[in-house]
């Protein structure tokens, strides 16, 4: 199938014929353990698919239970970035992600507020005004915009 821009926010190819994404991930007969993505990771440890400008743990979100409602995160209970284990990951809004990673310590205190600019790129094409992107993200207007501008 040919890549389409327009479609890219629910490219539709593994949601039709999941076998091959679950292919990539290590499915443990038990659902309480973590189902690592097998293939590439990024710099966060995140799934990365070449299909997709997304992470694996986002897609095996969707093909688990349907798209991921605009402006949503799919979060992990179990902290473990490349897991696709559905029964891990559960639908937050940023501030949740932000409250669930300060929680578990993965918020350094005193630096510049990190959030993912893919993130808040596809918020953005996705319509949310700069301002209202910003304050979902829990970041300021101005830095949001430093962040999406740069190449
Ligand atoms: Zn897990």
Redesign the pocket.
């Known amino acids: 199938m040919p890549y389409s821009p327009a479609r890219n926010r629910f490219y539709p190819s593994y949601v039709e014929d999941p076998e091959p994404f679950w292919a990539k991930v290590d499915v443990s007969d038990s659902a309480s353990?973590?189902?690592p993505w097998t293939g590439h990771r990024d710099a966060r440890g995140y799934g990365r698919t070449t299909k997709r400008a997304t992470t694996a743990h986002r897609i095996a979100w969707e093909v688990t239970h349907g798209q991921i409602p605009v402006g949503l995160f799919v979060c992990?209970?179990?902290d473990?970035p490349p897991?696709c284990?559905p029964?891990?990951l559960f639908l937050g809004t940023a501030g949740d992600n932000a409250r669930d990673m300060a929680a578990k310590g993965r918020v350094r205190g005193g630096g510049p507020r990190r959030f993912d600019r893919e993130e808040a790129r596809r918020l953005l094409a996705s319509g949310l005004g700069l301002r209202a992107t910003a304050r979902m993200l829990g970041v300021s207007h101005s830095s949001l915009r430093k962040a999406v501008t740069k190449p």
């Open positions: 353990d973590c189902w992990h209970r179990c473990n897991c284990n029964d891990h």
